[in-house]
C-alpha cells in the first residue's frame, strides 16, 4: 500500500509539472494546445521516471537502460492515449483544454502508468 501512496504522490508531483509546462507553453509561448500538451507530458513523465526509479519503486540497482526503454514504451502508449483524449474531450466537446488533460491524465494516470510501471518497468 506504501508503496502505491508513494507512486501517486511521484504522479501528482509530475502531473504539476506537465500541467503548469503545458499553461506555460499555451499562454505564454502561444503554442497549440496539443502540442503543449505533448511537451507538458514529456517533461512531467521525465519527472515520474526519476522519482519512480529512486523514491517509488527503489530500483536503482536495476540497469537504468532498460528501464529507460521500458519507460519509453510505456510513456508512449500513455502520451498516445492522453494527447488523443485531450484532443476529442476539448475539440468535440468544448471544454478548456486543462480540464480535459486533468480528466483525461487523471483516469489514465491511475488505471494505466501505475501498473504498468509496477508490472513492467520497475519490477521488484
Do not use: E, P
Not at 39 to 53: D, L, P
Not at 79 to 98: A, D, K, P, Q, R
Request: hydrophobic share 50%; with cysteine; aromatic share 16%.
Amino acid at each position: 500500500m506504501l508503496t502505491f501512496i508513494k507512486a501517486q504522490a511521484s504522479s501528482l508531483t509530475a502531473t504539476l509539472v506537465d500541467y503548469l509546462t503545458t499553461w506555460f507553453c499555451v499562454s505564454f509561448l502561444g503554442i497549440w494546445y496539443v502540442a503543449g500538451s505533448v511537451t507538458g507530458t514529456v517533461v512531467g513523465g521525465c519527472v515520474n521516471f526519476y522519482m519512480g526509479r529512486n523514491w517509488v519503486f527503489n530500483s536503482t540497482n536495476k540497469d537504468i537502460k532498460l528501464q529507460i526503454l521500458k519507460y519509453i514504451l510505456v510513456w508512449c502508449g500513455n502520451l498516445l492515449i492522453v494527447t488523443t483524449g485531450v484532443y476529442i474531450i476539448t475539440h468535440f466537446l468544448s471544454i478548456n483544454y486543462l480540464l480535459s488533460k486533468i480528466l483525461v491524465s487523471g483516469l489514465i494516470g491511475t488505471i494505466y502508468n501505475y501498473f504498468m510501471q509496477k508490472q513492467f518497468i520497475f519490477t521488484q
